[in-house]
């Protein structure tokens, strides 16, 4: 029962932005959003997290829409090495066992 | 970021036998580290949770006496396949979750090892 959906693939320009959607229409109060990403052949690393205010790290910036019911993953300046399957999970605080989706598979070219 | 590291990357293993795979979290106390598996093109899925000093708890339909997982220290939980067959190969990775009494590493992030492909032959 995939609590997120996130479209199965996109392609987008080295040096632009990348844009990444997910929709979590049944998230509840207390679950936060989070990414992670999975570089082929390797686990997951974890990319930001948030739950309703917008966020940012030296990786990524998470918009959250005000009713919460989907988000956006912004990488600034894709390179090369983003490319990887990325995950939108939604949790609750005290809940750590994370259910992976299908994700979205980046593909940044030049 | 926080590393949690597994040990071995890749082996090859002969059907019929054990073979155990490492996770240690480097830079924090882990109560609590999760195994995944992740067959080629698939997503992750869930094998068990590892808490330390405790039995480990298994995701419906994972076999317990399959797959042996011990989290004898703080710092270091081990998965064990028992008797191995060519269906058992996969991408397996685990997890850890810092404490929430660590000062630097948030106990609401989970973090990733690098996974360890095995091969049954």
């Known amino acids: 029962d995939a609590k997120t959906t996130q479209p199965p693939s996109m392609d987008c320009a080295e040096g632009r932005a990348a844009n990444l959607p997910c929709n979590h229409s049944t998230i509840s109060g207390n679950e936060y959003v989070y990414w992670y990403r999975q570089i082929h052949s390797q686990g997951p690393q974890y990319i930001i997290h948030?739950?309703?205010n917008n966020e940012t790290n030296e990786m990524a910036s998470l918009i959250i829409t005000e009713d919460r019911k989907s988000s956006t993953l912004i990488l600034p300046h894709a390179t090369l090495r983003d490319t990887a399957v990325y995950y939108c999970i939604v949790r609750e605080e005290d809940d750590y066992k994370l259910s992976f989706g299908a994700g979205t598979t980046v593909t940044v070219r030049a | 970021g926080a590393v949690v590291s597994q040990h071995p990357s890749r082996v090859i293993c002969k059907s019929g036998t054990s073979v155990k795979i490492e996770c240690r979290s480097l830079d924090f106390q882990a109560t609590t580290m999760f195994w995944y598996r992740q067959f080629p093109k698939q997503s992750l899925m869930l094998m068990a949770t590892?808490?330390?000093?405790?039995?480990?708890?298994?995701e419906q339909g994972v076999e317990k006496d399959k797959f042996l997982i011990n989290h004898a220290s703080l710092t270091l939980s081990t998965l064990t396949v028992t008797s191995a067959h060519p269906e058992d190969s996969s991408f397996y990775i685990c997890s850890a979750r810092p404490g929430t009494a660590d000062l630097v590493f948030s106990g609401n992030t989970i973090y990733f090892g690098e996974g360890s492909w095995l091969t049954v032959v």
């Open positions: 590892s808490n330390e000093g405790s039995k480990a708890t298994y």
């Open positions: 948030g739950l309703k």
